[in-house]
């Protein structure tokens, strides 16, 4: 017997997630220099301040293993959401939180339902386990299909997935679409909503799905440090889900999952109201500009609740762009073949990205 048949088939036809490349990675094979780096919703201004200063403390008890428990981080965090303590559960990233999810909940001929196009990791998760990933359209506007991913739901749906707002198109889905869409899902199936932008988002009726947690059993939001905390080199995440199911996700986790340094950044992290301010700011200014500035270019883009913004460009200018040294994100694993989608990052290299692009469309015309 070979080693592939021994392989579980699940893993075995997994297609892996590929991640942005690395700045450098990029420049040594196209043999340039001096590029940005536009295609992973990373905070342009860094980590906080704080953060970086509370990690040189940290260094010298790296002799030692972490709290399991995250005690400080879970204090600190359970106060800013008004959540109980018991209702965290901590991850290498957010990605593990939904790893847990899966390992918790999924057997193989279970089923997800999630919307498509969102986010890569949705589909490996759930195939991860030999689940099927139920994939439900966006709708016209690019948008979640709240009732039709009610509709999708079945029998042999353990877990839903909703991305609030959605990568990689950026859009939302208010509270009233929210609260339908929980009335509409039956008892027992586990209703996970990624918030991992959601410090971003601008909309006035944004749901609460924290509340939901507090009051229907089998709910849990994700958030993340990566993006608007600026730790995505780190690896922390976490979700907040009523107390039973907290239980079990802690039950499925390793216990030093979290390492020392990434909980003694997010702690500090979490305190630098200022550093978080000044990320929005930035961003919802980068994001009005870039809508301005594209759609001045004749290029077609979605409203965004994010730090990234959906731009439908026409094909192949994702190659044209990095020879440009600006690195944006393909989408033609997505469905989005003429699309791509940029982080929304400093004034000059949004502008950069902008006058890449103007240069890009003139040329073709
Ligand atoms: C970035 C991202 C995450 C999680 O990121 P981690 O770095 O693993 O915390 C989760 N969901 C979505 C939609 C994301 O874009």
Not at 44 to 54: I, M, Q
Not at 141 to 165: F, Q, W, Y
Not at 284 to 289: I, S
Not at 327 to 337: A, N
Request: net charge negative; with cysteine.
């Amino acid at each position: 017997m070979s080693l592939r048949d021994r392989v579980n088939p699940h893993i075995r036809d997994l297609a892996p997630y590929e991640p942005g490349k690395p700045i450098e990675e990029l420049e040594r094979e196209l043999g340039i220099e001096g590029s940005i780096k536009l295609a992973s919703n990373e905070n342009p201004l860094g980590p906080s301040p704080r953060a970086a200063a509370a990690l040189e403390r940290a260094v010298g008890e790296l002799n030692r293993y972490p709290d399991g428990a995250s005690f400080v981080l879970r204090r600190s965090l359970s106060q800013r959401l008004e959540v109980r303590p018991e209702q965290l559960v901590f991850g290498c990233g957010a990605d593990e939180v939904l790893e847990l999810l899966a390992k918790t909940l999924l057997s193989p001929g279970d089923e997800v339902v999630h919307a498509w196009p969102s986010f890569a990791m949705y589909p490996i998760v759930a195939k991860g386990m030999g689940a099927r990933s139920i994939q439900v359209p966006l709708d016209g506007a690019l948008c979640h299909d709240l009732p039709a991913m009610a509709e999708a739901i079945g029998s042999r749906t353990k877990l839903v997935l909703l991305c609030n707002p959605n990568n990689p198109t950026g859009t939302s889905f208010g509270a009233e679409a929210f609260e339908e869409f929980l009335a509409a899902v039956p008892d027992g199936v586990v209703v996970a909503v990624d918030e991992a932008y959601m410090e971003y988002a601008r909309r006035r009726d944004w749901p609460d799905a924290l509340a939901a947690c507090q009051r229907r059993p089998g709910t849990i939001v994700l958030r993340t440090f990566s993006k608007i905390y600026g730790l995505a080199g780190l690896r922390i995440g976490y979700g907040v889900a009523d107390p039973e199911l907290a239980e079990y996700l802690q039950r499925a986790r390793h216990p030093f999952n979290v390492n020392r340094l990434a909980e003694v950044a997010a702690v500090a992290a979490l305190e630098d109201d200022e550093h978080v301010a000044r990320t929005r700011a930035l961003n919802a200014e980068g994001a009005d500009y870039l809508g301005r500035e594209l759609a001045a270019l004749g290029v077609e883009t979605w409203p965004t609740d994010a730090n990234f913004l959906l731009a439908r460009t026409g094909p192949a200018v994702y190659q044209r762009l990095l020879q440009e040294g600006v690195i944006v994100r393909p989408l033609h694993g997505f469905g989005l073949e003429d699309c791509i989608r940029v982080t929304i990052g400093l004034p000059e290299e949004n502008e950069r990205f902008v006058k890449a692009l103007r240069g890009i469309r003139e040329a073709r015309a």
